[in-house]
């Protein structure tokens, strides 16, 4: 009986211990693992770069929309054109600007920040994002016309 109970031993023994060997066998590919970095670099944002002819009715915009935010907009309105029309085409009368403006304000809230981006590359179209104190943020799309030495806005959708 001591001698059946030692042969089960023994091969219980050698179960385990070939388990064991395949299990490790199995676990390693022979190949060596991918090096693991220790650290991970930031990422290099690339800059943007604009023509200076891209740029040149920022100010512009700027001073359009710092009066805007001001709700001084009979200041806004000397920035457009005396022609300036909406996105539909109709002529914007200093009554109608007037109008759009508070409308924006009445109903979405106070400008808090405006960001300027022109679109292309010869100043003429700029996309402001704005963001009014009621948590809305929209775009806005100005063209604009260098009228003598003054870039004035030409075409506006919204305030």
Not at 52 to 68: M, N, Q
Request: charged share 20%.
């Amino acid at each position: 009986m001591v001698r059946s109970i030692n042969v089960k031993r023994i091969l219980i023994s050698g179960f385990l211990i070939c388990l064991l060997s395949l299990i490790l066998f199995a676990c390693s590919s022979g190949e060596n693992p991918a090096p693991v970095s220790k650290a991970t670099p930031y990422p290099t944002p690339t800059p943007l770069t604009l023509s200076k002819g891209a740029v040149r009715s920022i100010p512009t915009a700027a001073l359009y929309y710092a009066a805007a935010k001001a709700r001084n907009y009979e200041k806004a309105y000397t920035y457009l054109s005396a022609n300036a029309v909406d996105d539909s085409g109709k002529k914007v009368t200093k009554d109608v600007f007037m109008r759009m403006a508070q409308e924006g304000d009445n109903m979405n809230g106070a400008i808090v920040n405006v960001e300027l981006a022109p679109y292309g590359n010869d100043a003429t179209q700029i996309i402001a994002t704005i963001d009014r104190n009621s948590g809305i943020r929209y775009h806005a799309h100005l063209t604009m016309k260098l009228e003598g030495n003054t870039w004035k806005i030409v075409s506006l959708d919204r305030v």
